[in-house]
C-alpha cells in the first residue's frame, strides 16, 4: 500500500469537484442535503469542503455586512492565505453586488464574447482597484475582526495600481 498522508488525502479532495463546491458553498446548504445528494467518496469530499467554508463564513462584507459567496477559484489561487482569499472575494463580491452595470456588461453576449473567463481587461482591473479601495477604506472604519490582516492580503492580489498601492501602503503603515 503507497503511503498516502491525512493531507494529501484532504488537498486531494479539496481539488476534486468543483460542482460540488459550488453546492457546498451556498448557505442553505445543509448536512442533510449532503447525506441526500452524495453518498461515500462524495460525502467525504463535501464534508471537508463545507469545513473550509465554514472558515471564511466569519467574514463579511464590511460596506453591506453580507456574505460575499466564496469562489472555489479563489480558494485555489489562494489556498494557504485565507487574508487573501477573503480579499479577492470582496473585490468580486463589490463588482457582483454594489456595482450592477458591470454585471449587465458582463451578461451581455457580445461583450462577454471577447473577454475570456478569468481574463482582465482594462475594465475590469479599473473597477477592480476602485473595489480594493472603497473595501480597504471601509475595512479601517468599520474595523471587522482581523481587518488588518485581510488589507494586507489586498497587497497579494493582481494588478494593484499605483492609487491602490499608496492606499495601502498607508493603511499598513497606520
Ligand atoms: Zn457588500
Same mark, same amino acid.
Given at each position: 500500500?503507497?503511503?498516502?498522508?491525512?493531507?494529501?488525502?484532504?488537498?486531494?479532495?479539496?481539488?476534486?469537484?468543483?460542482?460540488?463546491?459550488?453546492?457546498?458553498?451556498? #448557505?442553505?446548504?445543509?448536512?442533510?442535503?449532503? %447525506?441526500?445528494?452524495?453518498?461515500?467518496?462524495?460525502?467525504? /469530499?463535501?464534508?471537508?469542503?463545507? *469545513?473550509?467554508?465554514?472558515?471564511?463564513?466569519?467574514? +463579511?462584507? #464590511?460596506?453591506?455586512?453580507?456574505?460575499?459567496?466564496?469562489s472555489?477559484y479563489l480558494?485555489?489561487?489562494?489556498?494557504?492565505?485565507?487574508?487573501? /482569499?477573503?480579499?479577492a472575494?470582496?473585490?468580486?463580491?463589490?463588482?457582483?453586488?454594489?456595482?450592477?452595470?458591470?454585471?449587465?456588461?458582463? /451578461?451581455?453576449?457580445?461583450?462577454?464574447?471577447?473577454? #475570456?473567463?478569468?481574463?482582465?481587461?482594462? /475594465?475590469?482591473?479599473?473597477?477592480?482597484? +476602485? %473595489?480594493?479601495? *472603497?473595501?480597504?477604506?471601509?475595512?479601517?472604519?468599520?474595523? #471587522?475582526?482581523?481587518?488588518?490582516?485581510?488589507?494586507?492580503?489586498?497587497?497579494?492580489?493582481?494588478?494593484?495600481?499605483?492609487?491602490?498601492?499608496?492606499?495601502? *501602503?498607508?493603511?499598513?503603515?497606520?
Amino acid at each position: 500500500m503507497s503511503r498516502i498522508t491525512e493531507e494529501d488525502r484532504i488537498e486531494e479532495i479539496r481539488f476534486k469537484n468543483r460542482e460540488i463546491w459550488e453546492m457546498i458553498a451556498r #448557505p442553505d446548504f445543509g448536512d442533510d442535503d449532503i %447525506a441526500n445528494v452524495l453518498n461515500g467518496r462524495q460525502k467525504e /469530499q463535501a464534508n471537508v469542503m463545507k *469545513q473550509s467554508v465554514a472558515e471564511l463564513n466569519k467574514y +463579511r462584507c #464590511p460596506l453591506c455586512g453580507y456574505e460575499p459567496e466564496w469562489s472555489y477559484y479563489l480558494y485555489k489561487v489562494f489556498k494557504n492565505d485565507i487574508y487573501s /482569499q477573503v480579499a479577492a472575494n470582496l473585490v468580486t463580491h463589490y463588482r457582483h453586488v454594489h456595482i450592477k452595470y458591470y454585471d449587465r456588461a458582463w /451578461q451581455s453576449k457580445a461583450y462577454r464574447k471577447k473577454i #475570456p473567463m478569468y481574463d482582465y481587461d482594462g /475594465q475590469k482591473e479599473l473597477v477592480n482597484n +476602485r %473595489a480594493k479601495r *472603497q473595501m480597504i477604506r471601509a475595512l479601517v472604519k468599520k474595523k #471587522p475582526e482581523n481587518w488588518r490582516e485581510i488589507i494586507r492580503g489586498f497587497r497579494n492580489l493582481k494588478y494593484n495600481d499605483a492609487k491602490t498601492q499608496e492606499l495601502l *501602503q498607508s493603511m499598513i503603515l497606520k
